[in-house]
């Protein structure tokens, strides 16, 4: 039964080829083609072999997790808000919650189109990261460059910080989600669902704007707010794994907003997925489907 | 034991609006019984759409009470599960093949069988064409997909939205056979909103009108046709004739003959009053109201009440 259901969803989403490959699949197929180039590059030239043997080779565990850096951003957040605004004002557009909210309860409808992107972003992008990541070892393979070592420690390490940044992922995924839906139920159109789920994946930083206005004008420091965003916890989360360090606050010259420790910023993102979800959910629940 | 009525509204009310409140839908109340063709009737933005669309709990009733099989629908959705849909146009994902869309809608209802998908589509006549993507469809070829979304799942009672637009009139008569076959043959309840009322005339075992968002007229067909038919008789004296009737039933002069607003058993009393007072009576035709005539009819004295109403009510 749930087997069906998410692989009905799967369908729906995966099928629309034109949007998946232009916001999520181009991520492995870039990667793809590109390891590809190099690859083939380094085995066909000498002179190109030389030159990058001369920079040294990242070890495995750094090359496996690089990939992550280039999605776990805010290009690659707003990537993902464009596409779930595009899933979800679809089913407006075309009229097609028609055909399943008489049949199912919508809070599992709509739980199912969120776990099916949440995996579709995440077998992408981890798609991507194996490519990257077995492309350079191909790579250290032709130029005879030592790859790292391989033992317990460092095998358990990676594993963590690898499933950390799948779990960033996945935040960042249903946050930018539960914003898509959110517009695509208001709006209703995919255009305006789009650019709405966007600019609200933007102005989580742009807060920061109205808040130096509000300590210009009137001496009063809001800076910490900033510090509850989702997009501030998720860069100091990937500050945190990446150098060890916290992501230092905006702040009032002179002063310091404290930041938060890896444990406040993921309890951070985890109470911003549930109360964006539980508010997603409550709408959808409350709305007459008329087209 | 007594079956449990296949569609039951009470009292369904849905107001848009909360300043300025619209009533889409007052107060209506239905009963349709199971193993019938039910037809509802009613002019753009009577309020069907809106009455079909809380049936299916896609919208959320102001006030009343719906049930389907005899459960609420509104304490026990899954009773729904009994019911095929196909609501103001087929709309499907164009991306994806006429097959495919059928699967996805399978699956995510629980409802996937193959086998089935593949009877349907040969039944709609697009097993051919089930490959291509739904954005090559036609609006006709739209509709019979509808059609077969609507049944993927077998149900019991098929609810349909002006099913048979953008049908040639050969899909339209297709269209008919089928709805009578599922009832006929299947033992299924239909409940379909047309505007094309000689279909309704031809097809349904009972009617609905809906005007306003109330229900101004309910009944079998035959019955409402019946009710509001006239006799046209010829006599010497279309005056006297008319006198002769006195109040006992409502007729005109026109055309040189009496017109009687009378149903069919009642000619033999009316012929027999007019012979007892000596008036000769030389032909008499019956003028059957087509379900045309009827409901322009009763939509027309419906508006003008309301209006009367409304000027009554000073609003």
């Not at chain 2, 006599?235 to 069919?264: E, F, I, K, T, Y």
């Amino acid at each position: 039964m749930v087997g069906n259901l998410l692989l009905g969803e799967w369908r729906k989403v995966n099928g629309n080829r034109i949007t998946t490959i232009m916001f999520i699949w181009i991520a492995p197929i870039g990667a793809l083609m590109m390891m590809g180039l190099i690859i083939l590059i380094a085995a066909f030239s000498e002179e190109a072999r030389t030159n990058m043997a001369r920079g040294q080779l990242q070890p495995w565990n750094e090359t496996f997790l690089f990939g992550w850096l280039l999605v776990n951003n805010e290009i690659g957040r707003y990537i993902i808000a464009a596409f779930t605004a595009i899933v979800f004002a679809g089913e407006y557009q075309f009229g097609t919650w028609k055909n399943f909210v008489p049949y199912r309860r919508r809070t599992t409808l709509l739980l199912t189109k969120f776990a099916v992107i949440g995996v579709l972003v995440l077998v992408a992008w981890v798609s991507m990261t194996l490519i990257i990541g077995f492309g350079f070892l191909i790579l250290g393979q032709i130029l005879g460059a030592d790859s790292g070592a391989v033992n317990g420690d460092i095998l358990r390490d990676f594993l963590g910080d690898y499933a950390l940044q799948m779990a960033l992922t996945l935040s960042a995924t249903l946050i930018a989600a539960c914003y898509a839906a959110l517009a695509a139920m208001f709006t209703r159109s995919t255009i305006a669902s789009f650019f709405v789920a966007v600019i609200i994946s933007i102005a989580e930083t742009g807060i920061l704007l109205p808040i130096s206005i509000i300590y210009q004008f009137f001496r009063v420091n809001l800076f910490a707010l900033y510090t509850y965003t989702p997009s501030f916890n998720l860069f100091n989360i990937q500050s945190l794994v990446q150098s060890g360090r916290q992501m230092s606050a905006p702040a009032v010259p002179g002063t310091v907003t404290p930041s938060h420790s890896l444990e406040t910023s993921l309890l951070i993102i985890v109470i911003w997925v549930f109360v964006l979800l539980g508010v997603t959910l409550w709408r959808f629940n409350r709305q007459d489907i008329t087209t | 034991m007594t079956q449990a009525s296949a569609i039951q509204l009470d009292g369904l009310t849905k107001v848009f609006g909360r300043r300025k409140k619209i009533y889409a839908v007052r107060d209506v109340s239905l009963n349709v019984a199971p193993g019938q063709v039910y037809g509802f009737l009613g002019p753009n933005g009577a309020g069907k759409t809106t009455t079909i669309r809380m049936l299916l709990s896609l919208m959320t009733p102001s006030a009343g009470r719906l049930s389907v099989f005899g459960k609420d629908i509104h304490h026990d959705p899954t009773v729904l599960r009994r019911v095929g849909a196909h609501i103001e146009g087929a709309a499907f994902y164009p991306y994806l093949s006429g097959r495919r869309n059928l699967e996805v809608i399978g699956r995510i209802n629980g409802f996937y069988d193959r086998e089935r998908i593949e009877t349907l589509l040969k039944q709609v006549g697009l097993s051919e064409r089930a490959r291509q993507r739904v954005r090559g469809y036609s609006l006709g070829m739209r509709q019979r997909l509808g059609l077969a979304a609507a049944l993927v799942n077998s149900p019991d009672l098929l609810i349909m939205d002006e099913p048979t637009n953008g049908l040639d009139p050969a899909g339209i008569q297709e269209m008919r056979e089928f709805m009578r076959e599922l009832v006929d043959q299947d033992g299924k309840t239909v409940f379909f909103s047309s505007h094309l009322l000689s279909e309704v005339e031809q097809t349904c075992d009972r009617v609905a009108i809906i005007n306003r968002g109330e229900i101004v007229r309910e009944g079998a067909v035959k019955a409402l046709l019946e009710s509001g038919s006239s006799v046209r008789i010829e006599v010497a004296s279309p005056v006297d004739a008319a006198a002769a009737l006195g109040d006992a039933w409502q007729s005109r002069v026109a055309g040189g003959a009496l017109v009687v607003d009378a149903p069919r058993a009642h000619v033999p009393r009316i012929v027999a009053r007019l012979v007892e007072r000596d008036i000769a009576v030389y032909e008499v035709v019956r003028e059957k109201q087509t379900l045309e005539a009827f409901f322009l009819d009763v939509t027309h004295t419906a508006s003008s009440d309301v209006s009367r109403m409304e000027i009554a009510h000073g609003r």
